[in-house]
């Protein structure tokens, strides 16, 4: 099963719409035609800046695709703040990241919420990134697995393998978020290929399909290394995506 990788740059609450036109062009400059025959490359920007970066990529022509870090579950009405999947899907927004472990910490999103907002952003025929994984305190405890298994079936409930096959997972543990504490690939590894199974028990041939991602403290130096192992598809970059020289580093992660 040949799944081609991806690298989703995840900005959090950095650049305004200005900076987001310059990362945008600057990662263009450091991206080829064969690097993007190679790998799918997407940015998150805030929301403020997705129609800055949209009409960029269109005008210049730039095969780097459009995520947003978050959506509503409903498609409109009186939620003050909130932004639509439909609003997304408008602004040529292909991904969307949902249930990113800083949404679940500090946001409170439950596994039920976010398969709310898988639905509605397949209805608009965007891809989900649903973000997975357990913390500290669950490692600690040897509960690493049932966490990832009960986060997957939450997300995935009552989807169908033709809606799954189109999905991307990425397996974040939380601990290794924004510190110095990658994950080492081994235990990545073993712990993306139980997601697999998993997915693949409940949606047969559509788990094949999942890209999973990595994510947690990925940079230069230890992408390779991730993406060396079998079942691991590519990397949801946090901090490593907002220099575009270092991001266009990790996105050419053979050279
Ligand atoms: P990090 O963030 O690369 O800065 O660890 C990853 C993420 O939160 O998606």
Not at 57 to 65: V, Y
Not at 231 to 239: M, S
């Amino acid at each position: 099963m040949s799944r081609k990788p991806l690298m989703v740059g995840n900005w959090k609450m950095h650049a305004n719409h200005l900076e987001t036109i310059q990362m945008v062009q600057k990662l263009s400059y450091r991206l080829d035609g064969p690097d993007f025959d190679r790998v799918d490359v997407a940015v998150a920007p805030p929301f403020t800046a997705l129609r800055s970066a949209q009409t960029v990529l269109e005008a210049d022509r730039i095969p780097i695709s459009l995520a947003a870090q978050n959506v509503h579950q409903e498609s409109e009405g009186a939620f003050t703040g909130e932004i639509s999947a439909t609003m997304l899907a408008k602004l040529s927004v292909s991904y969307v990241i949902v249930g990113h472990s800083e949404r679940r910490s500090q946001f409170l999103e439950d596994d039920a919420l976010v398969n709310r907002k898988v639905k509605a952003v397949l209805a608009e025929d965007m891809t989900p990134v649903i973000c997975v994984g357990e913390t500290l305190d669950e490692r600690e405890a040897g509960q690493t697995d049932e966490v990832l298994i009960r986060q997957i079936s939450g997300a995935l409930k009552n989807l169908t393998p033709d809606q799954v096959a189109g999905l991307v997972v990425a397996y974040e543990p939380v601990w290794a978020i924004g510190t110095a504490h990658s994950a080492e690939p081994d235990d990545v590894q073993e712990r993306v290929q139980r997601c697999r199974v998993a997915v693949v028990d409940s949606f047969a041939d559509g788990g094949e399909h999942v890209r999973i991602l990595y994510g947690g403290s990925v940079n230069p130096g230890n992408i390779g290394s991730y993406m060396a192992k079998r079942d691991i598809d590519g990397a949801l970059v946090g901090g490593a995506s907002l220099d575009p020289d270092t991001f266009a580093m990790v996105v050419r992660y053979w050279a």
